[in-house]
């Protein structure tokens, strides 16, 4: 069954409001956007008008183009499904390039290193997993997200309301992963549950997603409350589901680069961040939080780690 849909008109199609507002982020970080102006012009005859409107332009097409050849159910199960592998598996094979290589070795967190069955287990294990239990939960979820109003029709969403809502989903999948991943800690749950995550005490990309299948649940419930509760359009969704997926795996990586996120952007945690959770006994390892590091910081439960790379400060100046 196929959606057919007019061709937008240039006006209506737009993506791009003609200014983007500033003002409607200032909120949650005053300090960072209180020097900017008001709002980033978007229109006029700017150095940046004539490729920022030929990308609307690219964008807004090849929309249309799905959404007249695939019907709104398939490309938010499917669609939403293919995009999900070809990002994870496209952004996990690296750390495994460098850890059989050896290419990067003095940026690698752990100098041990998996072995090719554990590689290759790892991989089949998340094949079956994102088969039988991934997409069928992309499959069942999509009336309640159709529910809560997630549309797939043109004009896409001006830039202002995409950006605004995938830092609340951010912002919100910390707070709910971090207590999920602090329950699943105790001593019942950590046996019979996340063990499974924590069989690879050296993490690589592919083991972000390496987990028993009723933590896949619980603790996926953290990434799509947001887009639940809001109601997006869907190619809201699909970036946030990418940008999500590309951060678990940098954390995974097992490796801290020069150019890793954590080195710029502040409150995130990223690969260092998570490997010290991994290496050390579940009892005492902290460092829940999936992104940022804030929630471990208000709860104190990154002290073990703020005290190894203290000591590890120290040792430097020796």
């Known amino acids: 069954m196929h959606q057919h849909v ?34 980033i012009s978007l229109s006029g005859t700017g150095p940046l008008t004539a ?34 592998e070809s990002v994870f598996f496209l952004s996990g094979l690296p750390s495994i390039y460098f850890e059989r290589s050896g290419l990067f ?7 041990k290193n998996n072995t090719l069955d554990a590689q290759e287990k790892c991989i089949l294990r998340l094949i079956l997993y ?14 309640t997200f159709r ?25 919100l999948e910390d707070f709910v992963f971090y207590w999920g991943h602090r329950l699943l800690h105790t001593k019942w749950l950590y046996k ?22 009723a933590e896949i649940l619980f603790l996926g419930f953290a990434t799509i409350i947001g887009p639940a ?23 995974h990586s097992g490796y801290h680069f020069p150019w890793s996120p ?18 050390v006994l579940y009892t005492k390892s902290g460092n829940y939080s999936s992104t940022f590091i804030y929630m471990d910081w208000l709860f104190g439960t990154d002290k073990g780690y703020r005290k190894l790379k203290s000591l590890e400060e120290e040792g430097k100046q020796l």
Not at 8 to 21: I, R, Y
Not at 147 to 170: A, D
Request: aromatic content about 14%.
């Open 130 to 143: 994102h088969v039988c239990v991934n997409l069928p939960v992309m499959i069942l979820s999509y009336p």
């Open 51 to 84: 490729p920022i409107s030929m990308a609307s332009s690219l964008l807004e097409s090849g929309w249309l183009y799905l959404i007249t050849n695939f019907s709104e159910f398939q490309l938010a199960t499917v669609g939403t499904f293919i995009i999900h």
């Open 105 to 111: 070795s003095k940026y690698k967190i752990q100098k």
């Open 229 to 251: 509760l809001t109601g997006p359009h869907l190619f809201t969704l699909w970036l946030w589901m990418v940008l999500r997926v590309l951060e678990t795996v940098e954390a």
């Open 147 to 171: 529910y809560m109003g997630l549309k797939s029709s043109l004009p896409l969403p001006p830039w202002s309301v995409v950006l605004s809502q995938i830092l609340f989903y951010f912002i």
């Open 262 to 279: 954590s080195k710029f952007l502040p409150l995130y945690g990223g690969a260092e961040f998570h490997d010290y959770h991994h290496r």
């Open 6 to 39: 007019a061709g937008p008109s240039s006006h209506e199609a737009s993506s791009f409001p003609d200014s983007l507002s500033i003002q409607s982020l200032s909120p949650l970080f005053p300090s960072t956007f209180s020097s900017l102006p008001s709002t």
């Open 192 to 213: 019979h549950v996340h063990s499974v995550h924590h069989e690879y005490a050296t993490p690589f990309g592919f083991t972000s997603e390496y987990a028993h299948p």
